[in-house]
């Protein structure tokens, strides 16, 4: 071959061919059928009516070194933690314990790749059951889960989502040590937003903490954008000292205060006494 050639693609495209001869694709094509058996039971979230483009970004900020202390105590990485943290997320905005999202990973794991040009990003599909437990036991699970989907994701994701009838509409990324971001103190709104998905919600790292970003297209709104990123700062902060996941409180302030005023009801009555007379007529 021409020396120009960028080898890294030839032999990915070789190795992404041979490998569905290997006994290894089975077992792959296995785990995701397992995996996906239950995709008839999830929810998804539903498009606004005042749908408009546009990313919503929102630092986490003095919060590293008790995430990290976390991650070590419960032997996970940070990345499957913030994975955890976007499903459970995700699952209380639809209603649903059991979310279908995608997430990616580099992709660039032979030797041969590390000095080709071009993007090598694999798409991994999953079903995460967010159903209430211990939190060590979820982000036990969750790790897991993420790490077998990685270690079968020889399966590609473009057969998948012909078996499963799959699609990329919502997507998650960590970027790990990788983008540097500058970011304030306070939410940051802007009007454009990365086309590659209807709601990708992306992770970066910051000194201290973490800036959480949500970039939607027009089926979503820049409000329920702004929701998300607020309730997932709130589920990150209290998810390594809670016991069990229903002691996250992830509705924002602003929120509590708007849901508690369709409580206020009160209205004065003519009458200081009200008899209540059954279908025969008597007083109950």
């Not at 790990?176 to 709601?199: K, Q, T, W, Y």
């Amino acid at each position: 071959l021409d020396d120009e050639i960028d080898l890294g693609f030839v032999y990915a495209s070789r190795d992404s061919f041979e490998v569905q001869y290997d006994n290894k694709y089975e077992s792959a094509q296995k785990f995701f059928q397992d995996n996906f058996a239950d995709i008839d039971k999830v929810q998804y979230l539903l498009r606004d009516v005042d749908g408009k483009i546009g990313s919503v970004g929102l630092p986490i900020r003095g919060i590293r070194e008790n995430v990290e202390s976390f991650t070590k105590k419960n032997n996970i990485t940070v990345s499957n933690l913030l994975n955890a943290v976007f499903a459970y997320t995700y699952s209380r905005f639809i209603g649903c314990d059991k979310v279908y999202y995608n997430f990616t990973e580099h992709g660039r794991h032979e030797d041969y790749l590390q000095d080709a040009w071009g993007m090598f990003i694999r798409t991994i599909p999953v079903i995460v059951d967010c159903e209430n437990r211990s939190v060590t036991d979820y982000v036990d699970y969750t790790s897991d889960l993420i790490l077998k989907s990685m270690t079968n994701s020889i399966y590609p994701f473009r057969l998948l989502a012909k078996e499963f009838n799959l699609n990329n509409n919502v997507l998650f990324e960590y970027n790990h040590d990788l983008n540097e971001f500058e970011i304030g103190d306070e939410i940051v709104f802007r009007d454009d937003a990365d086309g590659v998905s209807d709601f990708l919600c992306v992770v970066n790292d910051l000194e201290d903490g973490f800036v959480v970003s949500v970039s939607h297209l027009d089926k979503f709104s820049q409000n329920t954008a702004k929701q998300f990123v607020e309730s997932y700062k709130l589920i990150l902060e209290q998810i390594i000292s809670v016991d069990k996941l229903e002691e996250i409180n992830y509705t924002a302030n602003e929120d509590i205060v708007i849901l508690d005023s369709y409580n206020q009801t009160e209205h004065d009555l003519d009458y200081e006494d009200i008899v209540i007379v059954d279908t025969e007529g008597k007083k109950v």
